[in-house]
């Protein structure tokens, strides 16, 4: 049963939340004013202050964004409302009293364009109270709203911004929940944890936290400002305008937005799977994320890092996708590498022979390729970038196969999120039911939060050691957790012979 919580003071206002299970849920807090009016396509500016004390037993909205079928069957998207006011933040945090608790930031996933912190797998009270940590879950801008380059000063990357501005809210904020300011680790999944690789590179985000967790990230689906003003110009035709103008854009009802991001299709030659994704800006972003922390940018920051064994498994549950035959893959491949043209296809074939596999066919094997080449292998690059500056690296694999339809999505992407987070009851028929599964999540959940109070990731009983390029040993994720050197090693060679110095 849940009943009224002590009111706690912000410097906008007191809140009142609820108690529930030894856990305190403050919902809905706003943590920048609605970015409404003259403050659509701008900045976040700091909310609002309020009188009295404001209920916060509720979730907020979620940002606006298409209705994604997928996500509400993964446990990703619950029903929950939508609207351009949308920033607020949820709090989770153990009802027993202690000293000041390490706090972990939730960054949400939905390729930039869908997603809300109000998802039911993204409940942060399991953590909260099994951690010992104060969990924080938000909103951001995502599609247009957020992502759009409008060319107008400030105006980039609105949806970084946004988590920019919530980090902030928990820099000032969070000890009158419990929380200790100087112990904060952000960690996000897919769209969330590109934010999160943008995050380290970005000099505005610098001490506001000091432990990162990036979860199936695709480090080099950041666009260039040329790609960025492409897509910004295809969004302007598919609205019926001719450039995204500022003032036109404040007057867009957010239907025609959304009818235009529905009509937009990724423009060539690269493509990342998403047509809105952060991008290098010069300002808000200077330079390529992988570049900067490559150089040091991120030195300070303490990472966890990795990927699911079979991430683009998941997307056999989309339609659209058909029997793909061998002859096909090479020149897919060519593609994919960069580099002159002259041995392109030589390349391809020397990459495609590490997939050489019993039963690694058609459909599966270009999931494969495109799971090592999206995300595991670009996962590498940026592990090995960090180590050089921070010892404190650590690499994950996770290894857990979904029992959903029956069995065929494996290690699939988003399936580590209830995992994490101790929610996969809420998602059995995706997670799985059975002991294996709860093993498998109170490793995983007592690595991370192990990692947000003291940097040491290790779970019970394994002492998991730093990353290297030497010996890359990684933690297994799976039943039983275990450490592995160098798993998937021939792959990752492969990728890397065949990119060598062309790699973005």
Not at 128 to 142: C, E, F, H, P
Not at 245 to 254: D, K
Not at 281 to 310: H, M, R
Request: glycine share 10%; with cysteine.
């Amino acid at each position: 049963m849940s009943r009224p919580e002590p009111r706690i003071e912000t410097t906008r206002g007191a809140v009142r939340g609820l108690r529930s299970d030894g856990v305190r849920r403050f919902l809905g807090v706003p943590f920048a004013a609605p970015p409404l009016g003259a403050l659509r396509f701008a900045p976040p500016v700091e909310a609002p202050a309020w009188d009295g004390v404001r209920d916060a037993i509720a979730f907020g909205p979620g940002p606006l964004q298409p209705v994604d079928g997928l996500s509400k069957t993964l446990g990703l998207l619950g029903e929950f409302a939508q609207s351009e006011d949308c920033l607020s933040l949820n709090i989770f945090a153990p009802e027993a009293e202690n000293e000041p608790r390490a706090v972990m930031v939730w960054l949400h996933g939905g390729a930039f364009q869908t997603g809300a912190a109000s998802g039911p797998v993204y409940d942060g009270a399991a953590l909260a109270k099994t951690g010992d940590v104060i969990v924080v879950t938000l909103n951001y801008r995502v599609g247009a709203l957020g992502f759009l380059a409008t060319g107008a000063p400030g105006t980039a990357n609105l949806g970084l911004q946004d988590q920019l501005a919530a980090l902030r809210w928990v820099r000032d904020e969070i000890a009158a929940f419990g929380g200790d300011p100087n112990r904060v680790t952000v960690f996000g999944e897919s769209a969330g944890a590109g934010s999160l690789v943008a995050l380290l590179a970005m000099p505005s985000a610098k001490g506001l936290f000091g432990r990162a967790i990036i979860q199936s990230a695709a480090p080099e689906g950041i666009l260039s400002l040329d790609e960025a003003s492409e897509r910004a110009r295809l969004f302007a035709v598919a609205a019926k305008g001719s450039e995204p103008e500022l003032a036109w854009l404040r007057r867009l009802e957010g239907g025609a937005i959304l009818d235009a991001q529905a009509r937009c299709e990724e423009p060539g030659p690269r493509r990342i799977g998403m047509f809105f994704a952060p991008f290098v800006d010069g300002e808000i972003l200077p330079e390529d994320p992988l570049t900067a922390i490559a150089a040091g940018a991120a030195a300070e920051v303490e990472l966890v890092i990795g990927t699911n064994s079979q991430e683009m498994q998941l997307y056999h549950l989309l339609p659209g996708f058909a029997d793909i035959p061998e002859a096909f893959l090479p020149q897919y491949l060519a593609g994919r590498i960069a580099g002159p043209e002259a041995d392109m296809l030589d390349r391809a074939a020397l990459l495609l022979a590490a997939y050489a596999e019993p039963g690694l066919v058609g459909l599966d094997k270009f999931f494969a390729l495109e799971t090592d080449a999206s995300l595991f292998f670009p996962a590498t690059r940026l592990a090995e970038a960090q180590a050089r500056h921070q010892s404190q690296t650590f690499m994950y694999r996770f290894n857990f196969s979904s029992p959903f339809e029956e069995g065929k999505l494996g290690a699939c992407h988003a399936l580590d999120i209830a995992f994490a987070l101790g929610n996969t009851g809420l998602v059995p028929h995706f997670a799985g039911a059975g002991e294996a599964t709860k093993r498998v999540s109170a490793a995983m959940l007592a690595a991370w939060s192990g990692f947000a109070r003291s940097g040491d990731p290790s779970p019970e009983g394994l002492a998991w050691p730093p990353y290297s390029a030497k010996d890359r040993t990684t933690l297994v994720l799976d039943d039983p957790c275990h450490l592995a050197l160098a798993p998937n090693e021939t792959r990752r060679q492969a990728w890397a012979n065949a990119r060598k110095e062309y790699a973005r």
